[in-house]
């Protein structure tokens, strides 16, 4: 039988090394070990893609290395998902988010899916160059909490107004984050929408207040 705490600081360093294989084993190893797959996927996941987070803003880490730590993440939540109780995530949230038309710059978003997902948040990720109106359709459909845009040049972020405007006239109660390298929090002032997102990091942290936020206003109801 192998320790608890062993199994989770393994899928953790599984995710700080970026190693898909041993990110798989030691998801299935905390299977097998009866060990509450939620609590696998924060405490061994989301904790090794924190340190991810630190080691980043500290300079010793780069994109290449995030991404890698990312999909070894994605194995072992492939893994552990299916098994979470529902009820124990039923009210974590749910965003859409997705890259806007004219763009297919989607390393930054795929970020942000991985740690939403690993948060235990319920992400529909939309991918790239994706037409206004499936952002609109799919939230609608999904009833999400938040839609997260993003863009990494100058003439596809100019359609983010055009999701704003149809997501107010259609859908008023969802959030909408905009996130990418040419996008501001003044351009997220400009057009209405809701947040802005500096990075993947900054991206989980509003998602998780704003989903917080509507979960105690309709509480309050």
Avoid: W
Wanted: charged share 30%; net charge negative; proline share 3%.
């Amino acid at each position: 039988m192998t320790d608890k705490n062993d199994i989770l600081n393994g899928l953790a360093n599984a995710v700080v090394n970026g190693d898909k294989d041993k990110a798989i084993k030691f998801a299935q190893k905390a299977l097998e070990e009866n060990i509450d797959p939620y609590e696998a996927i924060t405490d061994g996941c989301t904790h090794g893609m924190h340190i991810v987070s630190e080691k980043y803003d500290n300079g010793e880490m780069f994109i290449p290395h995030i991404m890698l730590s990312s999909e070894a993440m994605n194995e072992a939540i492939t893994v552990l998902q299916p098994h979470v109780d529902v009820e124990r995530t039923k009210e974590s949230g749910v965003a859409v988010v997705g890259v806007i038309l004219g763009d297919i710059h989607d390393i930054g978003i795929n970020l942000v899916s991985s740690l939403l997902k690993s948060a235990g948040i319920t992400v529909y990720d939309l991918g790239k160059d994706v037409p206004y109106e499936d952002f609109i359709e799919i939230a609608k459909d999904v009833n999400a909490d938040v839609i997260g845009l993003s863009a990494m040049m100058t003439t596809s972020m100019m359609g983010m107004k055009d999701v704003v405007k149809m997501a107010r006239r259609e859908i008023p109660g969802v959030k909408i984050m905009i996130g990418g390298g040419p996008v501001s929090r003044d351009f997220c002032g400009e057009i209405g929408a809701d947040a802005y997102a500096d990075d993947a990091s900054d991206a989980i942290e509003i998602v998780k207040e704003i989903i917080k936020e509507d979960r105690r206003k309709k509480a309050s109801v």
